[in-house]
Every structure is written in C-alpha cells, then in structure tokens.
C-alpha cells in the first residue's frame, strides 16, 4: 500500500484565498484524522471520521474551516477565507478501528 | 497547565547511550501513543498501548495507569534516533481525539 497520501505538499497562497489540502487514507481504514501542527501549539487534532462521518470537530479553529470526507478513499479540508495565521503543516492520518494511526507526509501551507 | 507534559523538551545524548523520555497526564485516558517526528516532518507511530510494556527493537514503552505515567526508552541509541518524540493520550471520555505533548526533541551525536 502507499500509504497516507496527501496533496499539494506545499502551499503558498495569499490572505483571503481559499484552500483545499486533499488526503487519500490507506485502503480499508475506517478512520480519517485531520491534525495541524504549528509552533506555537506543537499537533491539534482537528476533525475526525469514522466511515466517511464527521465525528467530532470541536478543533476545527473558526467557521472559515470546513472538512469532507464524500467517500472512504477520499477527505478534504478547505480553508475559505485563509489568514495568515492558518500558515502551519496539515496531516491526516488514517486508522482501523482506533488503532495505530498512520500519517500522511503533511502539507506545508504558507498564507501571506 | 497542560494536559499532556513531556520531560525533558530537549535532549542530548553520545551514540550509544540509554535514553529515557518521560510522559505524564492528567487525564484518564483509554490509550497512549509514542510517535516519532524525523527531521524532515514525517510522523511515524511507535506504540499504542494501554497498560505495561511494549519492546520494539531498541525502543521500549511503559506505562503506569496509577500513576499517570509513561516512559519511552531508546538502548544503544544511535545518531539516526535524532528526532522530535511526541506523546499522545486518548482521552478516556472521548471515542477518538488524542490530546498531544509538547514533544522531546533528541539529538544523538556520533
């Protein structure tokens, strides 16, 4: 298998621009972790799924983030309108059940 | 004060020493996980465990429950150990969210 795939790997935009960071989990997971790792605050989860549902989204910063997962081989995470602060690296992670998790490489957003 | 501290925030150790990186929580907690973060970003899982010990290779894992504690030790550490360790514990009252430490950064020198 690939593994957790995510695309782009690196994104530059600028302030007010939407965002779409794309993650691809390992074939036959059943869970999907979006993470967001700064500096500042070290690794947030984000949003998690369990079967393509949205289980909990309570770190999902603001309502100018928003997550979709339309089918098990497929997520993603937008950012609409993006800031500046929002600059950090995005992973998502796969797993069966609630086991191991697996990581994608991460997408490096850049917002100026 | 966080939920998750990890002891000590950097590291510094000579090839082939014995390595010890300390994780308390103040949670209660169904799991916790060991991950390695290499240099250039990749995150790797180590161990998921729930209770006692856990060896892989030169990597070993404890936790105590009572105590609210874990260790992740290295053996004959290695240069190509160099990494950022990070802790994490499944909260016990959610299904899934993971409450992460502040992570150890090591450095192994030749």
């Known amino acids: 298998d690939a593994g957790v795939i995510q695309s782009p790997r690196h994104e530059v935009t600028e302030m007010g621009q939407e965002v779409t960071l794309r993650c691809k989990p390992i074939?036959?997971?059943?869970?999907l972790f979006w993470y967001r790792q700064t500096m500042m605050r070290g690794l947030e989860l984000l949003i998690y799924?369990?079967?393509?549902?949205?289980?909990?989204d309570s770190g999902m910063p603001e309502d100018r983030f928003s997550a979709k997962m339309p089918n098990a081989s497929f997520s993603t995470l937008k950012i609409q309108p993006s800031e500046p602060r929002d600059s950090a690296v995005y992973f998502c992670?796969?797993?069966?059940?609630?086991?191991?998790?697996?990581f994608g490489p991460g997408t490096r957003l850049t917002v100026l | 004060k966080n939920e998750v501290e990890q002891s000590p925030q950097n590291l510094t150790a000579q090839e082939g020493e014995f390595i010890t990186i300390n994780c308390s929580y103040s949670?209660?907690?169904?799991?916790l996980h060991w991950l390695q973060q290499h240099p250039g970003g990749g995150i790797v899982s180590l161990f998921m465990?729930?209770?006692g010990k856990k060896k892989h290779g030169r990597l070993i894992a404890t936790i105590n429950i009572q105590e609210k504690h874990s260790s992740l030790h290295i053996t004959a550490s290695h240069p190509r150990d160099s990494a950022v360790y990070i802790c994490?514990?499944?909260?016990?009252?959610?299904?899934?969210?993971?409450?992460f430490g502040k992570g150890t950064k090591l450095s192994v020198k030749p």
């Open positions: 074939s036959g997971h059943d869970y």
């Open positions: 994490a514990v499944r909260h016990g009252g959610s299904q899934g969210n993971l409450i």
């Open positions: 465990l729930s209770s």
């Open positions: 992670a796969s797993s069966i059940l609630l086991n191991t998790q697996y």
């Open positions: 799924f369990n079967n393509n549902v949205p289980i909990d």
């Open positions: 949670v209660g907690i169904s799991a």
